[in-house]
């Protein structure tokens, strides 16, 4: 099982972009696909983006396509995801989360580690 703890979350306007950054205790995160959901206020927890460990395979939803940008580390054990052109919509805890297998998927389900999520809340 790998711990992870996310961090960047904060307050900004529409336009502006935030850094979010995800820690991994363990070394196997390296080898592991990683994801990024999030939820917003009394909806489900939706997929964002997600990639395997060398970046050849990139997933994200159509509704941050062009705006965000998934992206790690492995040497740190650390995963990131930068988000530009933020919108209110995009309000919500965002999660990071990782599989135990190489392929990134967009289902929640096949995230079997997930960190407690850092709050982005975007004023228009």
């Known amino acids: 099982q790998v711990q992870l703890v996310e961090s960047g979350g904060g307050l900004v306007q529409a336009g502006d972009s935030l850094r979010l950054s995800c820690v991994a205790s363990?070394?196997?995160?390296?080898?592991?696909?990683v994801g990024w959901f999030r939820q917003a206020p009394e909806k489900g927890r939706e997929f964002v983006a997600a990639?395997?460990?060398?970046?050849?395979?990139?997933l994200y939803s159509d509704s941050v396509q062009g705006r965000f940008t998934i992206s790690r580390d492995n040497a740190k054990n650390t995963a990131s995801l930068q988000m530009n052109n933020l919108n209110p919509d995009d309000t919500a805890v965002y999660y990071c989360?990782?599989?135990?297998?190489?392929?990134?998927?967009?289902?929640?389900?096949?995230?079997?580690?997930w960190g407690p999520g850092t709050q982005v809340t975007v004023s228009s």
């Open positions: 989360a990782a599989r135990p297998a190489v392929k990134p998927t967009t289902l929640l389900q096949d995230y079997g580690d």
């Open positions: 363990d070394r196997s995160f390296s080898w592991r696909a």
């Open positions: 990639g395997d460990w060398a970046g050849t395979t990139i």
